[in-house]
Structures are given as structure tokens and as C-alpha cells.
């Protein structure tokens, strides 16, 4: 029985002995793997950091092309409200050009019916059958219509009818 207790005693210590071994080895696995986790550990917080920065430089970036955009925004818009402004006086100036003519062209229309309403009605006759009938047409409107009617009869039946037909239109 003394065998048998020392064989036990003496199993149960190789045992012991084994069960150290192992646990020995799984903290030597431990530690190697924890290193291993500390250094993935350090990458990522680098990465960490270096995508901080990036995201930090971007809204830099972006906040400086976005006050750049509004500057520009707002040099065109003066820009806009200049060619407005120009526009505007341009137009004003066509209207006030165009009035102006127009008040030539009456002046010049009744200067003209004046020199035809003095004229004798065959010589006006005349010269009013030479011209471009639209011209023509123009100047017997200006006319009163007992001047045209006198102008008419010494004019040429055919002329006169042209004439006659521009007049209505």
C-alpha cells in the first residue's frame, strides 16, 4: 500500500508538474498574443490620429474654397448690378435717341408738306411720281386731303391709284 501511496503521491506531482508546464505555456501564449494586441492596438490610434488630421486639413480646406466662393459670388453679383446699371442707361439713352428722331423725322415731314403744299399741284404731281412710292406715299399723308386730291388730278391715273392704295394701308 506504501507503493501505492508513493505511486500516487507520485502521479499526482508529475500531474501538478504537467498542469504547470501548460499553464506556464498559455501564459507565455498570453503575453505573446497581448504584445501582438498592444502593437495593433498603437496602429489603429495612429490611423486614428492621421484620419483626425485629414478630416481637420479637409474642413480647412473646404471653409477656405467656401469663403473664396462667397467672395466670388459677391464680386459677380456687383458685376450683375453694374451691367444693370449700364443696361438701363443704354436703354434710357436708345429711347431718348429714338425720341429725338422721331421729332426730326416730324420736323422734316412737315417741312416737306409744307414745301409740297406750296408747290403747284402739277409740279408736285410731277416730282411725287418720280419718287419711290412708299417716300411718296409718306409725304401725301402729311398733306391736307384738298392738297392731295389736287395733287392726284394732275397725276397719272395708274401712279395715283398705287399711291391711293399705299395711303389706305
Known amino acids: 500500500?506504501?507503493?501505492?501511496l508513493s505511486f500516487l503521491l507520485l502521479y499526482s506531482s508529475l500531474s501538478a508538474l504537467e498542469r504547470s508546464d501548460k499553464l506556464f505555456e498559455c501564459t507565455e501564449i498570453?503575453?505573446?498574443r497581448k504584445s501582438e494586441l498592444l502593437v495593433e492596438l498603437e496602429r489603429i490610434d495612429e490611423q486614428k490620429q492621421s484620419l483626425e488630421?485629414?478630416?481637420t486639413a479637409t474642413e480647412e480646406l473646404l471653409r477656405k474654397k467656401e469663403a473664396k466662393l462667397a467672395q466670388q459670388e459677391k464680386e459677380v453679383e456687383q458685376k450683375l448690378q453694374e451691367v444693370?446699371?449700364?443696361e438701363a442707361s443704354v436703354k434710357?439713352?436708345?429711347?431718348?435717341?429714338k425720341k429725338?428722331?422721331?421729332e426730326l423725322k416730324a420736323t422734316k415731314m412737315s417741312k416737306i408738306a409744307q414745301t409740297f403744299a406750296k408747290m403747284k399741284a402739277g409740279s408736285a404731281a410731277g416730282v411725287l411720281s418720280d419718287m419711290e412710292p412708299t417716300e411718296a406715299a409718306a409725304i401725301l399723308q402729311?398733306?391736307?386731303?384738298k392738297v392731295v386730291g389736287k395733287i392726284f388730278s394732275k397725276m397719272d391715273p395708274q401712279k395715283a391709284s398705287e399711291l391711293t392704295l399705299l395711303l389706305t394701308k
Open 84 to 86: 444693370s446699371k449700364k
Open 53 to 55: 488630421a485629414l478630416k
Open 92 to 97: 434710357k439713352m436708345l429711347a431718348e435717341n
Open 1 to 4: 500500500m506504501r507503493l501505492f
Open 100 to 102: 429725338l428722331l422721331e
Open 142 to 145: 402729311s398733306l391736307k386731303p
Open 30 to 32: 498570453f503575453k505573446a
